[in-house]
C-alpha cells in the first residue's frame, strides 16, 4: 500500500546541532508540506513544495529549508537547532488544489 | 487570507449526533472548505471537504451554508472514538498550502 513515512519518529539533539528530518511518501504526489505542532497547539506550516526543485516558505520557515531532488522525498534540515524548535514534526504530501493531503506519523524532536 | 473561526472545545454524549461549527466569513469563491481531525499522538486525518454543495462519506456530513460563510460539520453517531480535535481549513484558491487554526476539540462522553 502507498505511504508517507517519516523518520527519525524521535530524536533528542543539542543546541547548534543541524539536524535533518526524513519524509518518504509513495504516492507519487506532487505536493509536500512540513509542519509543526506545539504542545496544545495546532499546525504552523514551515515549508511546502509543489515539485521537484520547487520549495516556497510557509508561516514558520526562519531557521528551516527544505529541498526537493525527488518526487518522494522532502527532507527538512535545521541548520542549527534552537531550544525554541522542539516540537512535533509532521510531513503530509497530496496531489493537487481541493484534494486531501495525508500526514505521517510525527517526528518527535527535543533540542537540549 | 481568509480564516477561520471554531469554538475551543464541544462535548457530546456517545452515540448521539454532534455539531461542530466553522464560521469563514471571509472565505472566497475558489476556497475548498475542508475538515481534518487528529487524534491524540496521531497526525490528522481527512475527515470530509466541500465547495458550495453538503457532501457525505462515511465519516461524516458536511453542511455549508448558501453564503458559505460558514459550515456545520455532522458527526451522525459520536463515538468514543471520534475524540479528537477537529479542524476547519480553508484551501486558499488555486493554492495547496493549507493552514491550520486551533480547532476544535471534541469530547465524547459514555
Known amino acids: 500500500d502507498a505511504e508517507i513515512t517519516q523518520s527519525p519518529r524521535h530524536k533528542i539533539t543539542e543546541t547548534g546541532r543541524q539536524v535533518t528530518l526524513a519524509c518518504h511518501q509513495t504516492?507519487?504526489?506532487?505536493?509536500m508540506f512540513w509542519y509543526r505542532q506545539d504542545l496544545g497547539h495546532g499546525l504552523r506550516l514551515i515549508h511546502y513544495?509543489?515539485?521537484?526543485?520547487?520549495?516556497n516558505k510557509g508561516e514558520v520557515s526562519d531557521g528551516y529549508s527544505v529541498s526537493r531532488s525527488n518526487t518522494e522525498d522532502l527532507p527538512l534540515t535545521l541548520e542549527s537547532a534552537a531550544s525554541s524548535q522542539t516540537s512535533v514534526y509532521f510531513c503530509?504530501?497530496?496531489?493537487?488544489?481541493?484534494?486531501?493531503?495525508?500526514f505521517g506519523e510525527g517526528s518527535w524532536l527535543t533540542v537540549v | 487570507d481568509a480564516k477561520t473561526t471554531q469554538p475551543n472545545s464541544m462535548e457530546s454524549n456517545e452515540e448521539e449526533p454532534v455539531h461542530l461549527p466553522c464560521n469563514h466569513s471571509?472565505?472566497?469563491?475558489?476556497?475548498?472548505i475542508h475538515w481534518y481531525r487528529q487524534l491524540p499522538s496521531q497526525g490528522p486525518e481527512y475527515v470530509i471537504h466541500?465547495?458550495?454543495s453538503n457532501v457525505n462519506n462515511r465519516m461524516a456530513s458536511l453542511a455549508i451554508a448558501e453564503d458559505r460563510k460558514s459550515s456545520t460539520l455532522i458527526l451522525h453517531r459520536a463515538t468514543l472514538r471520534d475524540a479528537a480535535v477537529y479542524y476547519c481549513i480553508l484551501r486558499y484558491g488555486n493554492n495547496n498550502d493549507m493552514r491550520f487554526g486551533a480547532g476544535t476539540r471534541l469530547t465524547v462522553k459514555p
Open positions: 513544495s509543489y515539485g521537484v526543485h520547487d520549495t
Open positions: 503530509a504530501s497530496g496531489r493537487g488544489s481541493g484534494n486531501t493531503i495525508y
Open positions: 471571509t472565505i472566497s469563491g475558489t476556497d475548498y
Open positions: 504516492w507519487n504526489h506532487n505536493n
Open positions: 466541500g465547495l458550495t
